[in-house]
């Protein structure tokens, strides 16, 4: 059997993407990353169903969360920012602790978005 490299897909043909910075606001410091990633898969879940999810293709960026400041980005297709935005609203809680998911802003690089929104400034 011949193996045969696929071709990569054309930067025209791929899905534009956005990094959506959020926060986690409640009484005491979530201490997991696990915990906050599942808290969004199921809200999103329960918001825009399987289908949507997977056309969103939501992926929450471990190695992006600040556990001092709770925030974290979510990489999300460009089309389904605000529909991601709506299912955070329904993520209430997060290890038996009430939160809320509060989006700080969205930006089409990373590294921009790491500047401007995961400062201790804003």
């Given at each position: ?44 879940l329960q918001f825009l169903g399987q289908l949507?999810t997977a056309k969103a293709g939501i992926m ?43 989006s700080i802003g969205v930006s089409g690089i ?13």
């Open positions: 059997m011949v193996k045969t490299k696929l071709k990569p897909v054309l930067p025209s043909l791929r899905e534009k993407k956005r990094y959506l910075v959020f926060e986690v606001i409640s009484k005491e410091k979530i201490s997991s990353f696990r915990s906050v990633s599942n808290a969004i898969y199921s809200c999103s949507g929450v960026l471990d190695n992006k969360w600040d556990s001092k400041l709770q925030r974290g980005v979510i990489k999300v297709g460009h089309k389904h920012v605000d529909a991601v935005k709506a299912a955070l609203v329904f993520a209430d809680s997060i290890e038996n602790q009430e939160v809320i998911f509060r990373l590294r921009k978005a790491e500047r401007k929104f995961l400062k201790v400034g804003g």
